[in-house]
């Protein structure tokens, strides 16, 4: 699928391998998305889909302490398998999901170790992380694991969540739970919704044309300023 406003000759081929628990990868997703194929891009977005469904919320106090204990220890979920079109040969992949106690998602983590030379091997891959906050070893980490599956990072996208701490994880830990923090009186004044802002879903589709623009240009992808304000708190 690609729009009319971007010479054939210009035109990339994109590949988004995505994994998303609650749904806030997926909305940013869709911003970028549609961003590129506006700039005229080609682009296959293909979702990393566990083989027994991980559910969200996940019911408990209990059960949410038990997922942050298997994702700190970066327990691997197992995936079923990509569609055969993930295996040729893209100009840019996206590679996006959520940070889990620090770390990658167990689905993006079991694909790299499945796939991960097939996939990325001579591929130019740009992370794209939505978070609580803590995104930086989740970043590290996933660099040097794509690295090593011979893969170019030149540049990353990250949305935290536009709360300030603690209420930011007292928040997310709760909806996770179950629970419904932005509806309590004394936590909804500094927690007043889950997940990414209106504002970030617009900075998400502005990182988008952006992306498109360069990719069109042969601008380098380093040369972009993805670390905003609007972006991460």
Not at 29 to 40: M, N, S
Not at 167 to 190: C, Q
Not at 197 to 202: I, V
């Amino acid at each position: 699928m690609a729009a009319t406003n971007c010479p054939t000759g210009n035109q990339k081929k994109i590949l988004i391998l995505s994994y998303s628990f609650s749904g806030q990868t997926s909305g940013l997703l869709r911003q970028i998305q549609g961003a590129l194929i506006e700039a005229g891009h080609q682009v296959h977005k293909e979702r990393i889909t566990p083989c027994r469904p991980l559910k969200f919320p996940t019911g408990s106090i209990i059960s949410c302490l038990k997922m942050m204990v298997t994702t700190f220890l970066r327990f691997r979920v197992p995936i079923q398998e990509l569609s055969p079109i993930c295996q040729q040969s893209f100009d840019l992949v996206l590679l996006a999901g959520p940070t889990w106690s620090y770390n990658p998602s167990g689905p993006i983590l079991a694909l790299i170790d499945r796939d991960g030379p097939s996939l990325f091997k001579g591929q130019v891959v740009l992370p794209v992380i939505s978070c609580r906050g803590y995104w930086r070893v989740h970043l590290f980490g996933l660099t040097r694991m794509l690295q090593r599956c011979g893969a170019s990072i030149p540049n990353s996208m990250v949305f935290s969540h536009p709360h300030k701490e603690p209420w930011r994880t007292i928040g997310v830990f709760l909806k996770i739970s179950g629970k419904s923090p932005e509806r309590w009186p004394l936590l909804r004044r500094y927690y007043s919704h889950f997940g990414h802002s209106r504002e970030q879903q617009e900075e998400a589709c502005r990182f988008g044309s952006l992306l498109g623009q360069a990719l069109r240009q042969g601008q380098p992808l380093s040369t972009i300023d993805f670390a905003t304000s609007l972006a991460i708190f």
